[in-house]
């Protein structure tokens, strides 16, 4: 343990801990744009700036480790006027039509432009501008919105290990983009969505929220994944009764990290194709009937048959796909009421 | 016998000086005088601008611009024991010949002894390096020292690095050596960016040894067994030159396994860079030699920690490589006699710009300007009046004639808001813009930026489009508020030294010009005439018989009037020629 | 899954885990650029094979030849926790002979891996302090799928892998809730909480707790069932959210099964190939309209939570079982529903009785998780194991049930791709389907150019059983003489080629072998 002061006060924090850390650990805001946690440091942004005493530079926090002793301002003077800099600078060159944009509200750049009242930019001049891309069936990618805070590359670097955007160019001209620029269909990408989800502004958004709804007006239902084992925790969005999209949790230890399918395999839920009435065959073809039709018929029938050959004579399956609970009632219909233990469901496979 | 030196730098090169070799070698032969005359091809002596040059020894005679026509009769005087006056230095001011080089004003305040074998032996050769001394630092260091004796030799001598942050080299060898790992480099870092600056080009060239064997010795002091050398791709004859280094040192023994019957391994890589200046910056350096994308990363962790493929790495300058053999030779106590306090040894300067005598040259720490500009430098060129000095390459500051007698030293340069930086210095007279002089070096360091973090990519793009914007006189008032308060967060917030530094030649220049900045944003006018925005041509309404001349000349149709009609300039068409001006019969066009 | 970043050298065999686990895929590559070791055991060229330091490219169905040669290296070079084993295990004589016989030479000769790379995996598993053991479906689909097992667990307590942070064997579960559905007692032998249906305490327990009278007699597994449809013993099924007609082996005999019962209800969220052959199909919810908990493959007990309404007039299951048990005479009540139904289980479950709907707001919780105030168990065996001490299993390797031959010369293996899931009914019916819309049966460049096949090609697939068309994909992916499908297309019901052999303890179908021919066909032959 080392003990800090930050703004005047003193904290004891583990001795490997950066400074954004002991900060967020005391409740002390320090804001930030390119860093997340598990991914690689980069100090990009310089967002996250704060002043240490005797350091020449003011040094980033979320890449300073901490020092025994150590002094650190977070929100002083020089501190405000570089953050405030560095937000004008963004905002300079960026496609400022929040309007309409679909992260209007979530927008961490927004935020932190209230905070800093930065209402406008002085440094007006060159904008890079560049085609919204919207080659792949999951995502566009609106380049003019990119701040470079590089955290797509990471994640689909480090996480995915897919390896399909990077830095190209140098200086201003500076782009995030796959290699060569390509449609993200002819790289290596995955279509996990993480880079979609960690992109902190309006640069990467999921096809399927576009024109569906504000941020706040979208509600996010947190649960867990409905395919395979591993159990993702992952947040539905969901607007006027309709899901639209998928967001990472953290609160499960996939750590926000999803693939394809948790990410963009939902629709179903919302296909045509459900069933929504109970059916009986007859004749061959399936009617609609009413639920009390249907399950007196189910009923009648299982009794006959219960009648005639007694419990040995059922077998059920149950589900992988269906809840504890579920699943849990389903063994005791099939144990106590039509009394076997034949129920099985397709657990191996 | 006597030595005929020709110099085989890159300069002289490019003046045809390998034609004057091959000639004289010719004539040495058709003349037998081979057994009389060891022709070398040498490195830089720093006088670029007077090659080719030769060099004879022992006397140091001294020839400038010789052609290969001047050969047979250079060789003749030499056969008889006479100085060929033609070919001798001339002094620009006394008009006096001057013989020897060490007499030349451009050498006189010099002190060479990290150049001390540039242009003198052949580095190509590595027995005239050993038969100069060479080598002996690294057999007494492996002989009779522990590397923590190393280490504080080079502590006690109060070498600081040459690359440009000037951190103490011995202090850093120290943090590399106490880090702990399965394995730890050594870096020499020649990537040379800053324009205009070509000292560790020369030492490359000119005494490729010097720098294996600083890089040994630092191998040996904080446990390494690897190095490498990071040069840029435009340097094929510094890495041509390393590289028959690294061939022949391994042949005689000093690189490889268990050099000099030591238990010490110790082997060398060139890598080279594709050139962009902020592969220079260390961790960038080391991006790019593991084959990312060279781009600078957070310190700490420094790179003495977790440096190369995360492994403890010590990375210096040639320069500061090329003086370790040098501290080793004479001892820390004698090295330390030189400079001043803070400030040891020598450093060497690119000079450039208006000055009578251009090159690189190799003063004492605490020189002062004057003596650099006025003795060595030979005073500014054409008479003009010396305005002044950007010192530290193109994110280095400017100093003015009140810096004159400035000691120089990393401190009192940072103090007065430049930078050593690698050691460029460019002379500035009466006739420079200090504005666009700004907008020159600021155009320079933001095409650099490796655009990683947003001050250094986004602000220093901003910073030049204000400074267009004043030279196109455009400016505003808010603008140099802006560029002062933009310019300190820049430097402020950014990652690495590129961005760190970008804004200091506009910072320095509001501070020491800023009366330059205001008239060109409130009068519009540059005083130094030089930017091209602030000159307008008015027709004067009165005078205008509507001739209609200056609209039949003006090569950009930006005059505009109907017959009888006094004629109109538009500004925004207007290139500036002041044809019309000159072709108004009537004097009626004025300049303001 | 994170423990895999805390580990030293991962095993990983038998699991495709960056297409069948994409997440706990993404931890295994993190795991290695951190400068973690990986063995990956594939006859195929799965991705994670290029992260690995070691690739055993074993041959399909080796496995336990494998391992025992990896234990035999591990104990003949002496790398193996003297201590765990004398202090924690028992079995250990008997299996060291069993194993002894499986020295490098002779595993190369069944499983085709070379002995000089057999014995430096063996010996980066052995020297390393903590390993773990991920599988999946691959060790398991095999008629020896608990043996396979059962010899990880045994290498896994030969080299004291066991019960501590970063090490373990971690299974890998194909379908969400399969960790769930057996722990509630989703299998004919156990009530919930693994309380076997053999025992007379436990029967008596539930009859009392239930209040009824139950029955004795140890149900039937899903391929029994089918054969027992088919020979007319079971009269009547109910079938809630399976989907067997494609996700079983032989469906041809499934569907002949199915079609033979007196009576079929199936109760799905979509109308499935099963409930095609249905007499009552039931509309139910799906994860997204109902509340309740899953549970993962490390146990985690997590809460699935209703975030839109339910479609139509479909119910979540639970409401109809419920309601269902009422119209059968049974006055079962839950006014509160799933939380209520989670309280019944705790009640009756030791390993989930800590476990509350309250508990699980913000974070799951892994079972065992004994009182209210226990924080769950995030190493099983830590200090002891379940039954008391560690067993080895004397394993031998067999041969699997049905080897290519001359009449069907190929061999079949099955799997999944990772934009499909399942049987398809979801995924097919999301955007994933236009990342791959169609099978592609993998086949190797030597073994295509042996039937004059190209890129895309199309192909019968055929076996003793049945038949299916299908495009080809030519890749190395896999080693020649072999073929891969997934069961994810309807359009290519890969099941219906599969054998239904099944191990005798676990009843899970050898999924991953059996034996076909191919013949080329024109694309018109193929219907979507
Ligand atoms: C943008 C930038 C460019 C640099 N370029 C060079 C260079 O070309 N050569 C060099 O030696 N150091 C350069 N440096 C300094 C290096 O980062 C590093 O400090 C130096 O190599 C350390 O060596 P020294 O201690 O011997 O000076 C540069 C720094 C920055 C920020
Ligand atoms: S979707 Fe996933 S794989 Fe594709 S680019 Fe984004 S992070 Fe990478
Ligand atoms: S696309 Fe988004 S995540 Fe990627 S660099 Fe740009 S702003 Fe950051
Ligand atoms: S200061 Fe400039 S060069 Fe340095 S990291 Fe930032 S963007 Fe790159
Ligand atoms: S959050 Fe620290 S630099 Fe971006």
Redesign the interface.
Known sequence: MVSIKINGNLYNVPADYTILKAAEENGIDIPTLCYEEGLTITGACRMCVVEVKGARKLLAACATPVTDGMEVQTESERVVSARRDILRLLIANHDLRCLTCERNGDCRLQDYCYRYQVEDTPYKGAKKEYPIDTDNHFFIRDYSKCIKCGKCVLICAEVNGAHVYDFMERGFDTKVTSAFDDNLQETTCTACGMCVNVCPVGALVEKSVLWQGRPWEVKKVTTTCGYCGVGCQLKLKVKDDRIIGVAAAKSGSNLGHLCAKGQFGWEYVQSNDRLTDPLIKRNGVFEKVSWDEALTYVANRLKAIWQEHGGQAFAGLTSAKCTNEENYLFQKFMRTILKTNNVDHCARL | MKGILVCGGTGCISNNSRLVHDAIEKELSQQGLEAEFELKYTGCHGFCEMGPLVLITPEEEFYCRVKPEDVPNLIDSLKQGKVYEELLYVDPTTKEKIKTRHDVPFYQKQQRLVLKNCGIIDPENIDDYINSGGYKSLHKVLTTMQPEEVIQEIKASGLRGRGGGGFPTGIKWEFARKSTADKKYIICNADEGDPGAFMDRSISEGDPHAVLEGMLIGGYAIGAWEGYIYIRAEYPLAVKRLSIAIEQAEAKGYLGQNILGSDFSFSIKIKQGAGAFVCGEETALMESIQGNRGMPRPRPPYPAVKGLWDRPTNINNVETFANVPVIIGMGSEQYSQIGTEKSKGTKIFALTGKLNNTGLAEVPMGITLREIVFDIGGGISGGKKFKAVQIGGPSGGCLTEEHLDLPIDYDSLLEAGAMMGSGGLVVMDESTCMVELARFFLSFTRHESCGKCTPCREGNTRLLEILQRIVDGKGEKEDLERLQSLGENIIMSSICGLGQTAPNPILSTLKFFRHEYELHVEKKICPAGVCKGMISYKIIEEKCKACGICKKNCPVEAIAGEKKQPHKIDPAKCAQCGVCMEKCPFEAIIRG | ??ELLNTEVIFLIGANT?E?????G?RI??AV?NGRKLIVADPRKIELAK?ADIWLRQRPGTDIALINGLAHVILRDDLWDRKFVADRSEGFDEWREIVEQYNPKRVEQITGVKAELLEEAARMFGQAERASIVYA?GI??HIS?TQNVLSLANLAILTGNVGKEGAGVYP??????????????????Y??GYQL?ESEESREK?AKF?G????E??????TD?MD??YAG??????????N?VL??PDANHVIEALKNL??L?VQ????TET?EL???????A?????????????R??????????L????????E??????N??G?AWSYPRG?VE??E??ARCTPSYAGISFDRLE???IQWPCPSPDHPGTPFLHKDTFTRGKGKFHAVHYMPAAEEPDEEYPLLLTTGRN??Q??TG????????E??RPEELMMIHPNTAREYKLKDKDYVQVESRRGEVQTKIQVTDHIPPGMVFLTFHYKETPTNRLTINATDPV????E?KICGVRIKKIKPSLISK
Not at chain 3, 212 to 215: A, C, D, I
């Open positions: 899954m994170n960056t069948a686990h994409p997440v706990t993404y590559k993190q650029r992260y479906m398991t689909q799928g890998l579960r194909g379908q969400n809730n399969v960790q769930g559905a057996c722990d509630m007692g989703g299998l004919p032998n009530y919930p249906v539930f239930w009824v009278e139950l029955p007699k140890v149900g039937l597994t899903v069932m027992a449809a013993e079971i009269k009547a099924m109910y079938i809630m959210g399976e067997p996700s079983d007196d009576f209800v799905d969220i979509f109308m409930a249905a007499e009552v199909v039931l509309p139910g799906s994860f997204a309209e109902k509340t309740g908990t899953f549970t993962n493959t490390e985690r007990i997590q809460r699935v939570r209703q975030a839109i309404s479609r139509g007039n479909s119910k979540p299951d639970s109809i079982i419920v309601a269902l048990a119209k059968m049974h799933p139904i989670m019944e289980i913000t974070r799951g990772l934009y899931f399942h009914s979801m995924s097919r019916r999301s955007k994933l236009r990342m676990s009843n899970i179908p999924l």
